[in-house]
């Protein structure tokens, strides 16, 4: 029951969301400034984390793959697909729902508590709108170019960890790469990421936009949209790889 | 002119304010006064539609505000301007952005008219070289006047203040209410004061409604308070030493 009460309330603020801003130039000003919060402040954890997975990837599979049986370039194949198909999307998109979406949720909670969202409303602004649209459309492009920018540098990662430990060349890695590679997989990566952007920064507004009390609910809210974004990419994870890899 | 009629408000089992009318005349400072927690507040933001009253009337220049669809209730809120008792500036915003975002947002005008009649704005409550400053970096005082100052840039036909000059010393008090009184009278604004400052309300108010537990005991004018015969009005008087 609460589900449905929650989903609800989600649309109608995303339908609130979705309107026409006072000002398209204000407008423009908050997306280039949330764009860079989003996008720039995560460069750094998303370049460490996917440099490492993919690393972490190679010496898995090669591990894995000992037996001496499969060509050895097969482990740049897996690499690439395991983290093209999921690892690059849905962990840069899980450490973002940590970062960005308690971020965007605490930032909206301390302007509700404080009665800044009241002022807004006040003065004739729709107060959701101003304070949730900006995120929403600067993380929908700035998460994707974080995934983008991830999957290479997951590559890279694997390719050195590979060399460093002696499981795979780099000239076998980089064959394993191009082998049957197929622009698809690119394609359902860049489905996975504009969906979770966008559900780690609507779930976070919602969470943020709904918070009532004070500073306890402020933090208690930022946990709830860290938890109810990572829930829902989860999910969303699964029915995209069902609907695209085995249709 | 503001005017509401029979306003219940509960918030689950507490009711919170019981069948309150009143009306607000332009031009003239109304005050709300009453003890801590009876309710002032509420009212206030009852009448401006940030809660929704159970029953009850309230109408802006007989326009009936309740009624009104979500488009109709904004335009009447351009015409409204409100400082709220935790002054609620924007803390992304430096004091200067703070004054200029209702101008920015609702007008056409070019930068160097906003940030001149943002100028003159904070010149009126006594503030100036804080421009660049953000609220977390000014004094409580200073931000319920930068508070007034974004409540008064678009002109306002109506001004709501809660509590305008709590936490500011004497002097300061008395140039906020002194501000508060000129742009009431020169420009005919309806001018709603909460506030259980006695001292602001002897300078500047025109009409008083004394609100207890939710409930309004009395109303008139300044004169009329020594003779209202409402004995908890007099003992909240009384207790303010007057
Ligand atoms: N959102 C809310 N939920 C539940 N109760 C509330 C809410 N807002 C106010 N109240 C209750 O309504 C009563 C009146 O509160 P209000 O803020 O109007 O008081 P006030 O007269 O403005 O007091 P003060 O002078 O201290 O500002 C209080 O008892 C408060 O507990
Ligand atoms: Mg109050």
């Known amino acids: 029951m609460r589900f449905f009460q929650h989903f609800g309330g989600y649309l109608l603020f995303l339908s609130t969301v979705f309107s026409k801003p006072e000002k398209w130039k204000i407008l423009w000003k908050q997306i280039i400034i949330e764009a860079n919060n989003i996008g720039v402040g995560s460069f750094n954890i998303i370049s460490l984390i996917s440099g490492f997975t993919g690393a972490v990837s190679t010496i898995q599979i090669g591990y894995q793959l000992v037996s001496g049986l499969v060509p050895e370039y097969l482990i740049g194949r897996i690499v690439r697909d395991s983290n093209i198909l999921e690892f690059s999307p849905t962990i840069t998109c899980l450490v973002l729902a940590g970062k960005v979406g308690s971020n965007i949720s605490s930032e909206i909670g301390t302007m509700k508590v404080t009665e800044q969202v009241d002022a807004l409303e006040i003065m004739g602004v729709n107060s959701s709108s101003y304070v949730a649209l900006a995120k929403i459309i600067a993380g929908f492009f700035t998460i994707p170019a974080l995934v983008v920018y991830a999957m290479m540098l997951s590559l890279v990662g694997g390719a050195i960890s590979g060399h460093l430990s002696g499981i795979i060349s780099v000239e076998y890695f980089v064959k394993g790469l191009r082998s049957d590679f197929e622009a698809y997989s690119v394609i359902f990566c860049m489905v996975k990421a504009f969906t979770f952007a966008f559900l780690i920064t609507s779930v976070s507004s919602y969470q943020g936009y709904r918070t009532e009390g004070g500073a306890l609910e402020v933090g208690e809210s930022s946990t709830k949209a860290v938890v109810y974004s990572c829930m829902a990419i989860i999910f969303f994870d699964y029915i995209i790889s069902q609907l695209m890899l085995f249709r | ?242």
Not at chain 2, 95 to 101: G, I, L, R, T
């Open chain 2, 1 to 242: 002119m503001i005017e509401v009629k029979n306003i219940n408000k509960t918030f689950g089992e507490k009711h919170v304010l019981k069948n309150i009318s009143a009306s607000f005349e332009n031009g003239k400072c109304n005050f709300i006064i009453g003890a801590s927690g009876g309710g002032k507040s509420v009212l206030m933001k009852c009448m401006v539609g940030l809660l929704t009253p159970e029953t009850g009337e309230i109408t802006f220049d007989k326009r009936d505000f309740v009624s009104m669809d979500y488009y109709q209730k904004k335009d009447v809120r351009k015409e409204i301007g409100m400082l709220f008792q935790g002054t609620a500036l924007f803390d992304s915003l430096n004091v200067e952005d703070n004054v200029a975002f209702p101008l920015r947002m609702f007008t056409n005008w070019s930068e160097e008219e906003i940030i001149e009649r943002v100028n003159f704005c904070l010149s009126r409550v006594n503030l100036s070289n804080v421009n660049k400053l953000f609220p977390s970096n000014i004094s409580g005082g200073q931000k319920k006047r930068v508070g007034i100052a974004r409540a008064i840039a678009l002109q306002p036909k109506y001004l709501f203040c809660d509590e305008p000059n709590s936490g500011l010393d004497p002097l300061t008090s008395r140039v906020i209410d002194y501000l508060i009184k000129e742009i009431t009278e020169e420009y005919d604004i309806c001018t709603i004061i909460n506030t259980h400052d006695m001292k602001s309300l002897f300078e500047i108010g025109d009409n008083i409604a004394f609100i207890y537990q939710g409930q309004k005991w009395w109303e008139g004018n300044k004169e009329g308070i020594r003779d209202s015969g409402n004995e908890e009005f007099l003992s909240f008087m009384i207790a303010s030493e007057f």
